[in-house]
């Protein structure tokens, strides 16, 4: 079966990378999180509204994994974040090798919470370890309300859920209950937000949440 | 390059069970649909509508594509069409020979359009021929306008893109314009549709071109 004994190659040379990046960052007081979603969420929205309420209180560098362009890049620069963007030209997600190779273009000095934007896909970044100490990942109203059942990975994986797009709720069929159950139903320890990045209902407490995780203040 | 050599040598074999899966159902006169979007674009939303519309017209048999439950399946044949579950398992994409061996359970004698929904993802479906004839990618006016150029080989190897969730146009900041020119700038041969299916706006030119497409009347 060489198909399945080289993935787990792959995959075993992925964590290794991984947790030399995990103790590398951890030995310079730098918590990360990696950020997942299906294309169009919002998860850059929310990394710009949430650099925006933590400048000052925490520093911030971004890695953003993009199959093509760099315009999530330069969005999360103009909220005021050093930002290394990855390109990975066709590949569905980020590996650990290409964090290090960006981390080694990040001053890291001023650092105090890395994020890593994955590429936007609610199916394979949730097989790769890239080193982070914290999975988020993020569904919206207008998706459907089936998302952790159809891929329960992604929420088996995770620490946390952020509902984005709550200012669309009166216009779309969606249950926020249900999803709520359904993925508490993968994962009982997910820490759930509910939120909206037009009218920034619910990113106090996210943020907030986040600060103290990434400094305990 | 063990890993390139090997990923070379499953694509080949996928391609050769395409191309005798488009045989086989050229023969018989079925024609194939490959349906592919980012989770919660609306793919199976698109599909109910769309058989509806065409009962009648054309007998439809479809192969539902998700990583878990049978949800999607069992609104489709709510909806009147005859319909295979494939559950990938953790898998991100469909592979040709899950199409051949779902074909197995499906009485083709009255099929004149085989549709397969494919896993929700924007990226790796784009590298895996299931011997169709048309692919379509479904994109929604709430996943933002930047996905023809994020995700560009969706767009280069597809013949229709259909823009979906026109309805909620008023709600998001979102700009047809830029899509239709970014889609085009890729692929200038795409055909396009903008639909609505709550509203069922547009509904009614898709379905025409894909009975054309079906049967040529």
Chains 1, 2 share one sequence.
């Not at 060489?2 to 951890?26: D, M, Y």
């Not at 990975?88 to 981390?103: F, K, N, S, V, Y």
């Amino acid at each position: 079966m060489p198909k399945v004994t080289l993935a787990q190659n792959i995959l075993a040379v992925n964590e290794h990378v991984a947790q030399e990046i995990r103790q590398s960052l951890s030995a310079r007081g730098i918590r990360a999180l990696n950020i997942m979603s299906s294309p169009g969420a919002g998860k850059t929205t929310l990394l710009e509204r949430t650099i925006e309420r933590l400048r000052g209180r925490l520093g911030i560098g971004v890695i953003e994994g993009d199959v093509e362009t760099s315009a999530d890049a330069e969005r999360i620069e103009a909220a005021g974040a050093e930002t290394v963007q990855i390109n990975t030209q066709g590949t569905c997600h980020l590996e650990a090798h290409m964090i290090r190779d960006a981390l080694a273009q990040i001053d890291l000095a001023h650092v105090d919470l890395l994020v890593i934007e994955n590429v936007g896909n609610l199916v394979c970044p949730a097989a790769w370890d890239l080193g982070e100490d914290l999975r988020v990942v993020v569904v919206s109203t207008t998706e459907g309300d089936d998302k952790p059942a159809k891929y329960p990975q992604m929420f088996a994986i995770s620490q946390v859920m952020i509902v984005n797009k709550l200012d669309l709720l009166p216009y779309v069929n969606y249950d926020l209950q249900k999803v709520r159950r359904q993925a508490l139903s993968i994962n009982p320890n997910l820490h759930i937000f509910e939120v909206s990045c037009q009218t920034g209902e619910g990113l106090e407490a996210w943020c907030d949440w986040l600060g103290t995780f990434a400094r305990g203040v």
